[in-house]
């Protein structure tokens, strides 16, 4: 299972900081990703990170948002800085092993206002 929290109301230009921790699954072996969908488009790919760190971002967050990970804590972050009004969305985070998914967490809601 995996438990995303965070999310909330702020302002344009600012800051929040996402958590999905991970129970019942080898944290360490899985590629974790952070996802989002606002309402009326498809789900899409906001951040990832392999089990060695390695990272990749979606051209939109590009140096503003920073993914993380945890293995001691099976902690998977995502820290969102500047944030826009068209980041507003829910946000999933999701663990895959071996290219299947494992998990998919329940969401949090981030809404930026203008």
């Known amino acids: 299972q995996l438990q995303a929290s965070g999310g909330g109301l702020v302002q344009a230009g600012g800051s929040l900081r996402l958590s999905c921790a991970a129970s019942g699954l080898i944290f360490s072996i899985n590629d974790m990703a952070w996802y989002r969908q606002a309402p009326g488009k498809q789900r899409e790919l906001v951040a990832a990170i392999t089990p060695v760190e390695s990272t990749n971002y979606a051209d939109s967050v590009k140096g503003r948002f920073t993914i993380s990970r945890d293995n001691a804590k099976s902690t998977v972050y995502l820290q969102m800085n500047s944030l826009k009004p068209e980041d507003t969305a829910v946000y999933y985070c999701?663990?895959?092993?071996?290219?299947?998914?494992?998990?998919w967490g329940q969401g949090t809601q981030v809404t930026v206002s203008s």
């Open positions: 999701n663990a895959v092993y071996g290219g299947r998914v494992s998990a």
